[in-house]
């Protein structure tokens, strides 16, 4: 099937914006995640939007739907060099099996 | 509340052998998910158990198998390893009610190599 896409990778300077895109697959899918992972962690869920919102701000997190172009992003301001990680997408394509697809990360670098 | 916990971390095995991996749930949480994650495929849904009973399954072959205890804990299970199983595989609790948002809490992972 289709692929949930993500850029692989965005470096961004200390204190600046991050934009993390993602263009997902499935118009039913009713609830949005992205997640961050560390070096050597679990996944960690930072934020999720359900589709019937276009905005969810959560601290220094906001996300942004579109889903007539079935694309999401996931705004990081103020990003600090803790924030280095690879974050990913992920949508409930198949509400009845419970499953989450991801798509394949993007790795954000924040230089100091 | 302790996180989701997964033994072992690290983990290395032949080709041909079996392996068990283990999942301890955060308390109260009675769905556990697996999904592997490699660099080639990404991140890929395995099965999840609730109340002891697989509810929902991949696209794997039936080498991966799985468990879940009346405590919630669960086992999964890789039979006749093929060097293409090297992965991190990871474990998801929830509490696992019905509706469509599963807000799922990650364990570190187990990541396994086979050689």
């Known amino acids: 099937g289709e692929d949930v896409e993500q850029s692989l990778f965005l470096s961004v300077r200390e204190g600046d914006s991050s934009v993390i895109n993602c263009t997902y697959t499935?118009?039913?899918?009713?609830?949005l995640y992205w997640y961050k992972q560390e070096p050597g962690a679990g996944l960690q869920l930072l934020t999720y939007i359900f589709s019937n919102m276009d905005m969810k701000q959560d601290q220094r997190l906001t996300v942004l739907l579109n889903k007539k172009d079935k694309h999401l992003s996931l705004r990081i301001a103020d990003t600090q060099t803790g924030d280095s990680a690879i974050y990913f997408c992920a949508e409930n394509r198949d509400t009845g099996r419970r499953a989450l697809t991801f798509g394949s990360g993007t790795r954000l670098q924040v230089q100091p | 509340k302790a996180g989701v916990t997964q033994t072992p971390r690290y983990l290395i095995k032949t080709r041909g052998q079996q392996v068990t991996l283990s999942c301890s749930p955060i308390?109260?949480?009675?769905?556990v998910s697996w999904y592997q994650q490699t660099p080639g495929q990404g991140l890929q849904f395995l099965f999840e158990?609730?109340?002891?009973?697989?509810?929902n399954k991949g696209n794997f072959p039936g080498r991966f198998s799985g468990r879940q205890f009346s405590n919630s804990r669960s086992e999964m299970n890789v039979s006749t390893l093929e060097l293409g199983d090297s992965a991190l595989y990871l474990c998801?609790?929830?509490?696992?009610?019905?509706?469509?948002?599963?807000?799922?809490?990650f364990g570190p992972g187990t990541r396994l190599t086979v050689t």
């Open positions: 998801a609790s929830s509490l696992g009610g019905s509706g469509d948002f599963y807000e799922q809490y």
């Open positions: 308390s109260g949480h009675r769905s």
């Open positions: 158990y609730f109340s002891e009973t697989q509810r």
């Open positions: 499935d118009s039913s899918s009713t609830y």
